[in-house]
T-cell receptor, first 113, second 112 residues
Framework: DAGITQSPRYKITETGRQVTLMCHQTWSHSYMFWYRQDLGHGLRLIYYSAAADITDKGEVPDGYVVSRSKTENFPLTLESATRSQTSVYFC????????????FGQGTRLTVV | DAKTTQPTSMDCAEGRAANLPCNHSTISGNEYVYWYRQIHSQGPQYIIHGLKNNETNEMASLIITEDRKSSTLILPHATLRDTAVYYCIVRAYNTNAGKSTFGDGTTLTVKP
């Protein structure tokens, strides 16, 4: 399917487990982003990537790892999940040109118990 | 990016105009005002942006004060589907939209 897709849509995991959230886009956008959104609050940038093999930290990177071996994929890994990482995670992408907007996925609701 | 201040919540009657205010008193000369909305915890959706002139598109109008320290998003005829969280963001035009700083926004509830 065309667009940006996240998987899974819902995930429950236990404290201390490793979990990976997937993000796939079909537009060949150079930039991809990961955000978290805690209940009742706005989005906060975790990590972003300007191109394959180029990643950089956002506002709240601690506890997360990203990689970008292919342009179309940008997985987010929680190496040892904590309850404070319970949140909705959004992925987005764009070409990065001035004035262009970002396109968001549908989100992954992660619960850490 | 400049910080913005928005009311936490607002109500609006269906069919009436919804006026959502935003303060951005520390805005720089090269920064634009952007508005987004988020419906039912979907990803944010771009609505409109402007520098200093009033702007209008098919979704909304944006009124920016002459000193650019505040702005108002106007939904001229609000419908129940406009119930959402609205975010006012200030950023330079050449800053990647993906790096936007989202505050807590205004929760607009449109009532029948």
């Amino acid at each position: 399917d065309a667009g940006i897709t996240q998987s899974p849509r819902y995930k429950i995991t236990e404290t201390g487990r490793q979990v990976t959230l997937m993000c796939h886009q079909t537009w060949s956008h150079s930039y991809m982003f990961w955000y978290r959104q805690d209940l009742g609050h706005g989005l906060r940038l975790i990590y972003y990537s300007a191109a394959a093999d180029i990643t950089d930290k956002g506002e709240v990177p601690d506890g997360y790892v990203v990689s970008r071996s292919k342009t179309e994929n940008f997985p987010l890994t929680l190496e040892s999940a904590t309850r404070s990482q319970t949140s909705v995670y959004f992925c987005a992408s764009n070409m990065g040109e001035a004035g262009t907007e970002a396109f968001f996925g549908q989100g992954t609701r992660l619960t850490v118990v | 990016d400049a910080k913005t201040t928005q009311p936490t919540s607002m109500d609006c009657a269906e069919g009436r105009a919804a006026n959502l205010p935003c303060n951005h008193s520390t805005i720089s000369g090269n920064e634009y005002v952007y508005w987004y909305r988020q419906i039912h915890s979907q990803g944010p959706q771009y609505i409109i942006h402007g520098l200093k002139n009033n702007e209008t598109n098919e979704m909304a109008s944006l009124i920016i004060t002459e000193d650019r320290k505040s702005s108002t998003l106007i939904l001229p005829h609000a419908t129940l589907r406009d119930t959402a969280v609205y975010y006012c963001i200030v950023r330079a035009y050449n800053t990647n939209a993906g790096k936007s700083t989202f505050g807590d926004g205004t929760t607009l509830t449109v009532k029948p």
